[in-house]
């Protein structure tokens, strides 16, 4: 049995593909999703329930390990970071949207605030 190496790559990325799953949030008949602006996010789901702003640690590229201090707050500047958590109402999860750079990172739901 010998099976065409360009079939076998088809099926792997078509499998890797498969495995990203981009969130959007749904809103008046809108959607915001990843990439979105702050500014187009408060349009389509107007002002959030709570903010939160934190500065997220810097690592050393390709890396896993943060930039140690005093390296980090004197050579390296944090990343600003905000959270948004919108209350969808009764039966519907909370959902929380981080910004990085002022654009849409990720879009998570829970049934709390994490």
Same mark, same amino acid.
């Given at each position: 049995m010998n099976i065409p190496f360009g079939a076998l790559l088809a099926v792997f990325i078509a499998m890797q593909a498969s495995s990203v799953n981009a969130e959007s949030l749904r809103c008046n008949g809108r959607s915001a999703s990843e990439g979105?602006?702050?500014?187009?996010? $408060? +349009?389509k789901c107007g002002q959030p329930l709570l903010k939160e702003s934190f500065c997220a640690p810097v690592f050393y590229s390709q890396s896993l390990q943060p930039v140690p201090e005093p390296f980090a707050s004197?050579?390296?500047?944090?990343?600003?970071?905000?959270?948004? $958590? +919108?209350d969808r109402g009764p039966g519907n999860l909370m959902a929380t949207v981080r910004f990085?750079?002022?654009?849409?990172?990720?879009?998570?739901?829970?049934?709390?605030?994490?």
């Open positions: 979105d602006s702050q500014l187009s996010v $408060l +349009y004197a050579y390296v500047p944090c990343q600003p970071v905000e959270e948004w $958590l +919108y990085r750079s002022g654009l849409v990172q990720s879009i998570t739901y829970a049934s709390t605030p994490r």
